[in-house]
């Protein structure tokens, strides 16, 4: 199963760009970068994927290498709602879809 | 997007009791749900797997006698916690694959809002 490796914790300034690095230096080819976040006590809420290209939705930007060994979460403007964990997982096929997620990064949004 | 939801949001219960919480996809078919738990300050631990029709598939470290799980249909799984304890408190949180997703959102899981277990 491919792994990820976040940063524990991060700060970012309510307004500034916060930049959330990913590391899963095992992916597979065919394997996608998902990212989620959770918000105090409640349920994990999808936020954008990715296989190889860049993309942007309404919430954030995700940056993949192009070596595919890590990515970046970008939300351009953060606010203070946007404090929450933030789990990077690599969607693994073993029967089910498992979804496994690591420990994540916790970014607190300061005014 | 799709909605999954989780009842009750909340319960408390005596130890040694029995507590069911549902999973239900509102507005999707899932032949697949997943079954998590997660301690403070810690990340989602999966438990097992639900298959419609089929039995459960456990992670390895869970009881599969203390945590039932049923997938009665398309739309509907329970975790049951037997004989429940103060160590069994916990945030269960389901999620839910859509039946009908093909290519890239066929790998897209839909979570729960999470049920707060307080076992006293």
């Known amino acids: 199963d491919a792994k990820t490796t976040q940063p524990p914790s991060m700060d970012c300034a309510e307004g500034r760009a916060a930049n959330l690095p990913c590391n899963h230096s095992?992916?597979?080819?065919?394997?996608?970068v998902y990212w989620y976040r959770q918000i105090h006590s409640q349920g994990p809420q999808y936020i954008i994927h990715?296989?190889?290209n860049n993309e942007t939705n309404e919430m954030a930007s995700l940056i993949i290498t192009e070596d595919r060994k890590s990515s970046t979460l970008i939300l351009p403007h953060a606010t203070l709602r946007d404090t929450a964990v933030y789990y990077c997982?690599?969607?693994?096929?073993?029967?089910?879809?498992?979804?496994?997620f690591g420990a994540g990064t916790r970014l607190f949004v300061k005014a | 997007g799709a909605v999954v939801s989780q009842h009750p949001s909340r319960v408390i219960c005596k130890s040694g009791t029995s507590v069911k919480i549902e999973c239900r996809s509102l507005?999707?078919?899932?032949?697949?749900m997943f079954w998590y738990r997660q301690f403070p300050k810690q990340s989602l631990m999966l438990m097992a797997t639900?298959?419609?029709?089929?039995?459960?598939?456990?992670e390895q470290g869970v009881e599969k006698d203390k945590f039932l799980i049923n997938h009665a249909s398309l739309t509907l799984s329970t975790l049951t916690v037997t004989s429940a304890h103060p160590e069994d408190s916990s945030f269960y949180i389901c999620?839910?694959?859509?039946?009908?997703?093909?290519?890239?959102?066929?790998?897209?899981?839909?979570f729960g809002p999470g049920t707060r277990l307080t076992v006293l």
């Open positions: 990715g296989l190889k």
């Open positions: 095992t992916i597979s080819g065919n394997e996608y």
């Open positions: 999620s839910a694959r859509d039946l009908s997703a093909t290519g890239e959102r066929d790998n897209e899981q839909f």
């Open positions: 507005d999707f078919q899932a032949t697949t």
């Open positions: 997982i690599v969607r693994v096929y073993t029967g089910g879809f498992k979804t496994i």
């Open positions: 639900s298959n419609e029709g089929s039995k459960a598939t456990y």
